[in-house]
């Protein structure tokens, strides 16, 4: 998959996809609700695997029943990329299935 940096309005066109994910400066982002803490750790094991198959990582942050998610390629200089929007899918697909919202 394509490591180029997206232009702006790439970025903006690929978010429009995306309920929830939200651009915040160099990164992509969305934090998802659950309705426990056992759910919100399921979501960031899942995540972890979407992440392995992908050879794509973003920074995951657990709290209570939340699970934030940021994701930029580092091998872009820090860019936003399509690998970006495909973990973000990939993500969103999966989190249905643990209750997030």
């Known amino acids: 998959m394509p490591t180029e940096p997206l232009s702006q309005k790439e ?24 309705g426990s803490h056992f759910a919100a750790t399921a979501l960031v094991v899942h995540i972890a695997q979407i992440q392995e198959e992908l050879n794509h ?3 995951l942050l657990l709290g209570y029943n939340t699970v934030n998610l940021t994701v930029n390629t580092h091998a872009a200089g820090g860019a ?14 999966a989190a249905p299935g643990h209750g997030a919202s």
């Open 57 to 59: 990582h973003s920074d």
């Open 80 to 93: 936003i990329t399509e690998r970006d929007f495909e973990l973000a899918h990939r993500v969103e697909g």
């Open 11 to 34: 970025i903006e066109d690929r978010l429009r996809e995306l309920p929830g994910w939200s651009q915040e400066g160099d990164r992509i982002a969305r934090t998802y609700r659950l």
